[in-house]
């Protein structure tokens, strides 16, 4: 039986860190996504899609957007679908008729159980209803292969808040596989839960800030005769969000800036999301001049933002004897007590003024 490990999907994500004609874009592909995991699950005759929370960015999706969502989970029959809602949307309310194959969780505030085909049981409870009595009420059949459908973050110990789940207290308790949402970085190989079982992250299903960098998709597992047979993880977002650090300690003009920062990004797929880091320490006076630098890989991605980490590098040896203006500017920096990096961006702005150039602070 095949069965497909989702979450995280954020549906409606107003994806405020882009400009608005590519966030109105980038907030389609997401939807997108999801309807290509559908649509990949009817066609590769999936079972279950477990839904491990956070399927809508928010309480109160569009009336249009749940529309839609609803349809493409209809249309993915004989798939079902099992949705146990997150910390975004744990007050998702739906007036109007679900699809038949959408199965949620605790109407009742409790764990709820359903039963498959080829001994596979789904168990979930909705994230806000996870307390510490909870734990107690989880009864699973020994004789099943279980799988827990769960939202928030793990901790070896006791629980810290709302959105803690404490693996102790899940242990020998006949869990199989522990689908588990909230942590937008996927879990490549499972961690063990307990002599039985085994839990991990799904990871979101499309990359929307920085803080989401690498390969996103899905897991798709394969049990058979009571076993996790496969579990692979498939790669299947339409862009990746990409994080290069760049170092300009050797350049000298804005050429060479240019230069070592497309040579940085080579490798970038043009459809992907870059942010570049300058980093390093560069003589005083470089023109860095970031808004062309964007500009110009914007050009050449969907997307390219970049942050300046460098810091400039003064040597006061060289100026020592310097009887120029800019020697004497320097020097006089110098006698002042003050923290380094910013005496540092001082001369750097003042050799700059003194060169006549332009000067964005
Ligand atoms: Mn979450």
Redesign the pocket.
């Known amino acids: 039986m095949k069965i497909i490990h989702t979450g995280?999907v954020h549906l409606g994500s107003a994806m405020r860190n882009l400009p608005p004609e590519k966030a109105r874009l980038r907030k389609e592909e997401i939807i997108d996504g999801f309807r290509r995991l559908c649509a990949y699950a009817k066609a590769q005759g999936v079972a279950a899609v477990l839904i491990a929370?956070?399927l809508f960015d928010e309480n109160t999706p569009t009336t249009s957007l749940k529309k839609e969502v609803f349809s493409m989970i209809a249309e993915a029959k004989p798939a079902c679908f099992f949705y146990v809602s997150?910390?975004?949307d744990d007050e998702f309310s739906y007036s109007e008729a679900l699809p038949e194959n959408l199965y949620l969780f605790s109407q009742n505030h409790g764990w709820k159980s359903y039963d498959l085909p080829e001994n596979v049981t789904i168990t979930g409870l909705d994230s806000k209803y996870l307390d510490e009595g909870k734990y107690k009420e989880l009864s699973l059949k020994k004789d099943r292969f279980n799988i827990v459908v769960l939202?928030g973050d793990i901790s070896q110990g006791e629980r810290k808040n709302t959105e803690t789940i404490s693996l102790r207290r899940l242990q020998n308790n006949h869990i199989d596989y522990l689908a588990l949402?909230?942590i937008h970085i996927p879990t490549l190989t499972a961690e063990r839960l307990d002599s039985r079982g085994t839990y991990r992250y799904c990871g979101c299903l499309e990359g929307r800030g920085f803080d989401e960098c690498g390969k996103k998709g899905f897991f798709l597992l394969n049990v058979a005769d009571g076993k996790l047979e496969s579990e692979t993880f498939l790669s299947f977002s339409k862009r990746e969000l990409i994080e290069i650090r760049v170092d300009i300690s050797a350049c000298n003009t804005y050429y060479d800036v240019e230069r070592t920062a497309f040579s940085a990004v080579q490798n970038v797929k043009r459809e992907n999301v870059v942010r570049l880091i300058l980093v390093g320490q560069h003589t005083a006076g470089l023109k860095k001049d970031l808004p062309l630098l964007s500009h110009r890989l914007c050009e050449n991605f969907f997307f390219a933002k970049i942050s300046d980490e460098s810091r400039v590098f003064i040597d006061y040896a060289a100026f020592l004897n310097d009887l120029s203006e800019r020697g004497e500017f320097v020097r006089e920096v110098g006698r002042y007590e003050m923290n380094e990096e910013i005496r540092s961006e001082i001369i750097d702005v003042g050799l700059k003024a003194l060169a006549g150039e332009e000067i964005d602070l």
């Open positions: 995280d929370g956070d997150g910390n975004h939202h949402g909230h």
